[in-house]
């Protein structure tokens, strides 16, 4: 569990584009295990974020015309899989997250972070290997925003993710494995002595 903190307006987030293949770098190339992202067709990196790539936002993305359990599952029937099937395994992340009992509400019907815990449900229903989180708890009170960490950080254990989480929390951000800054378009390693 990797966490990237920095000042604003620093490429936090462009970062996590790239890594996640939504955006492309202008040099360079990114490995994904042994696997070359500069050179993957359009097509290609779309297959690769559905099956290995899930990603949590600031702000949770839900559609709105659609039910918790609706949203979760859309990522399943993207790659086709059967509705009942996705359906299925979509109720299983709701219950993972604590929705086990609001799957039918929309996103309206839902507090921040209910709808948060949907977004987490929908990034994980795939069964990702990379889980990519940009400032997650960041639109939540802080009661709200420690659960919802609490819950990424549980998951990312269970499920043996790689999750890299951009945070300006620096509590949550001591609470991962290692620590990044980006400053000046350079990742530094931030150490324990530097962090208190």
């Not at 921040?112 to 990702?128: D, F, I, M, S, Y």
């Not at 945070?167 to 530097?194: P, Y």
Request: hydrophobic share 40%.
């Amino acid at each position: 569990m990797l966490a990237i903190v920095g000042e604003s307006g620093t490429g936090k987030s462009s970062l996590l584009h790239i890594l996640g293949t939504l955006d492309r770098p202008s040099e360079g190339d990114i490995y994904f295990a042994q696997l070359s992202l500069k050179s993957l067709s359009d097509e290609s990196a779309a297959d690769l974020r559905n099956r290995e790539i899930g990603f949590v936002w600031q702000f949770h993305y839900l559609l709105p015309e659609f039910d918790a359990l609706e949203n979760v599952a859309m990522p399943l029937l993207a790659r086709g899989e059967n509705p009942k099937q996705a359906q299925a395994r979509a109720a299983e992340w709701l219950r993972a997250v604590g929705l086990g009992d609001r799957m039918h509400h929309r996103s309206g019907e839902l507090s921040g972070g209910e709808q948060q815990r949907v977004a987490l449900a929908r990034a994980l229903v795939t069964g990702p290997k990379l889980l990519l989180a940009d400032e997650p708890t960041g639109d939540l009170d802080t009661g709200t925003a420690e659960r919802i960490f609490d819950l990424i950080a549980r998951l990312h254990l269970q499920h043996q993710l790689t999750s890299i989480i951009v945070t300006h929390n620096m509590e949550f951000a001591k609470r991962c494995g290692r620590i990044l800054r980006l400053h000046g378009g350079r990742l530094e390693e931030v150490s324990s002595s530097r962090m208190a």
